[in-house]
């Protein structure tokens, strides 16, 4: 009986045990924010990653408690580096961001150089990423090559649909994340928050809570939005529109009760309709702002810092999580939109 007893209180209190830094990385100098951020993996969340301010303790002491971002990826991956630039800047004004999939130090150069021949915006010409490296928009005989690869490749699912017609349809492959896990990692922030002992003891301010997500991300933002404990959400290159993806449909729409911020790359945004049905859709009791570039849909990850869309979302998330009103004149300011951001184009509605 004896055993029994120590084994459940060994198991009791590595359940309840404080967050435990495995990893650690620091991407682009700490970011250009007063906090130098750094990049975390913990033992206690191997399936998230943690983006903060470096010296946490001594933040907290100086500006109190900080916010808190729960992140959900593009494609609904299980990787976040592809946002490393962005959240990491973000962290370092003094947030503390979980986003989905484990601590990873993959070349975040490497990510994006094949997103960006992917997918190019026909409105941007050279672009020269983080790390100085210019990346050029595909020729002509390149995008030739690419539209004859893709009609192959739709000629030989045709043709092997047509032969498996009369046989048993394989399971559609599954996610490897859901909309859940960002309330799941907001659980565990809340009790490390609660721990002594804990890197984050009493480090974190729960009551100001943003969801934030990419691409498919931002349906498993709209997915989890219901939850009273987010305060408001940022949906970068996405919208729901007439679709259904990770149990988000445009019902979800009727559940926000937070103000909402679309930032979306513009008419070369895949994701541009059904943002724009998104927020037609919304209701006239909630705060909504929308602002379009021509960045398409990999909007500016790519570029030092994250780019512009960071200088966004840091204003959106000061503005609305830290009472920074100074920060609301990029949403609700014409002017200063244009002065700050030429090529950008903003609505809102419900202010």
């Known amino acids: 009986m004896r055993k029994v007893f120590i084994a459940a209180m060994m198991i009791a209190m590595s359940m309840g045990a404080g967050a435990q830094t495995v990893n ?36 907290v002491a100086q500006k109190g408690a900080l916010p808190v971002i729960v992140y959900a990826n593009g494609a609904c991956f299980n990787n976040n580096v592809e946002m490393r630039l962005l959240l990491s800047e973000v962290a370092s004004y003094g947030y503390v961001a979980a986003a989905i999939g484990p601590y990873d130090e993959a070349d975040v150069m490497a990510q994006w150089r094949g997103v960006l021949k ?21 020729t002509a005989e390149e995008k030739k090559a690419q539209q004859e690869e893709q009609a192959k490749q739709r000629a030989l ?15 559609a492959p599954q996610f490897s994340t859901y909309p859940k896990m960002l309330l799941e990692v907001l659980d565990w922030l809340t009790e490390q928050n609660a721990t002594q002992g804990s890197e984050y003891y009493h480090c974190l301010a729960l009551d100001r809570v943003a969801a934030m997500g990419q691409s498919c991300g931002g349906a498993q933002v709209l997915a989890i939005a219901y939850d009273p404990r987010i305060k408001t959400c940022v949906m970068l290159n996405t919208g729901i529109g007439d679709m259904e993806m990770m149990g988000a449909t445009k019902e979800c729409l009727k559940n926000l009760h ?41 909007g500016t990850y790519y570029e030092k810092h994250g780019g512009n869309y960071a200088k966004a979302v840091v204003k959106w998330l000061d503005w609305q999580l830290k009472d920074k009103v100074g920060q609301s004149a990029l949403f609700l300011d014409d002017e200063y939109l244009k002065m700050k951001f030429p090529e950008w184009q903003g609505v809102r509605k419900n202010f």
């Open 118 to 138: 992917a997918a190019y915006p026909a409105t941007k010409g050279e672009v020269v990423m983080a790390n100085g490296e210019k990346i050029l928009p595909m």
């Open 24 to 59: 650690r990385q620091v991407v682009e100098e700490g970011g250009t924010g007063p906090f130098k951020s750094e990049v975390v993996g913990d033992a206690s969340c191997t399936g998230f990653t943690v983006y903060r301010p470096q010296n946490l303790k001594e933040v």
């Open 258 to 298: 937070q103000p909402m911020f679309y930032m979306i790359g513009g008419p070369a945004d895949i994701a541009h309709a059904n943002a724009q049905k998104d927020y037609e859709r919304i209701g006239n009791d909630i705060p909504v702002v929308m602002l379009n570039s021509k960045d398409g849909h990999s």
């Open 157 to 171: 699912a045709a043709k092997n649909a047509k032969k498996a017609k009369k046989q048993q349809q394989p399971a």
